[in-house]
């Protein structure tokens, strides 16, 4: 079985601050894929960012980084002068081989100015 | 035009009461899904269709019925419901046709809420 934990369920952050969002994943599949999707109040999920397990290089897109390590099993999110728009929810989800996609239970991200 | 509608937005129903919810997506996918978020719960996936052929079906309770009459349309045939299925409903699509490796995009849900 595979699972996904997010063991902050709650960050408050002011303006500008940087914020890391952490994601921990268990899996014995080889070949699987890592999300994050962002929640905002209007209720649907935004796609953010797909790694699959063979690409370990970092990511940048914007303000938004992620830094995927397979030796700690762990997918982090980092929003850098984080904004008041960046508030929501905000999921890391896994997909294996033989497993369908399985969502942590979110970290809820408040930023305020 | 947004990629994924659901209508209705919100939703109530007593539990006697038969109600659809419909989800229409305009990104060309092959596959979709009916998902169940409830307060302090992972979303749980309720039902897959690949190609409008039911791939998966976590066991739901029948009260629960979908249909998927063309892969761009989805449909959550709700009756005899229970307060504890008060939830958001939120349904999604992705190029994936028989695996989950492919990202998902997401309506913006219907909330449901039984009386």
């Known amino acids: 079985a595979q699972k996904v934990t997010q063991a902050q369920t709650e960050i408050s952050v002011v303006e500008k601050e940087d914020v890391t969002l952490d994601c921990v994943y268990e899996?014995?599949?080889?070949?699987?894929?890592l999300f994050w999707y962002k929640q905002p109040p209007s209720g649907e999920l935004v796609f953010l960012i797909r790694?699959?397990?063979?690409?370990?290089q970092n990511e940048i897109s914007g303000r938004y980084s992620w830094n995927f390590q397979k030796s700690t099993s762990s997918f982090n999110f980092t929003i850098t002068a984080s904004q008041v728009v960046d508030s929501a929810v905000y999921f890391c989800?896994?997909?294996?081989?033989?497993?369908?996609?399985?969502f942590g239970t979110g970290t809820r991200l408040q930023v305020t100015l | 035009e947004t990629g994924v509608t659901q209508t209705p937005r919100h939703l109530v129903m007593g539990m006697t009461n038969k109600k659809s919810l419909k989800c229409e997506q305009h990104?060309?996918?092959?596959?979709m899904y009916w998902y169940k978020q409830s307060a302090k719960k992972p979303l749980e996936l309720m039902f897959v269709?690949?190609?409008?052929?039911?791939?998966e079906n976590n066991s739901v309770p029948s009260r629960f019925s979908p249909e998927c009459p063309n892969s761009s349309h989805l449909f959550l045939h709700l009756h005899t419901l229970q307060p504890e299925d008060s939830a958001l409903y939120l349904c999604?699509?992705?190029?994936?046709?028989?695996?989950?490796?492919?990202?998902?995009?997401f309506g913006p849900g219907t909330r449901l809420t039984v009386t």
């Open positions: 999604a699509s992705s190029q994936d046709r028989t695996g989950f490796f492919y990202e998902q995009y």
């Open positions: 899996t014995r599949d080889t070949t699987y894929y």
């Open positions: 790694r699959n397990s063979f690409d370990e």
């Open positions: 989800a896994l997909s294996g081989t033989a497993s369908k996609l399985t």
């Open positions: 990104l060309g996918h092959n596959a």
């Open positions: 269709y690949s190609l409008e052929e039911r791939v």
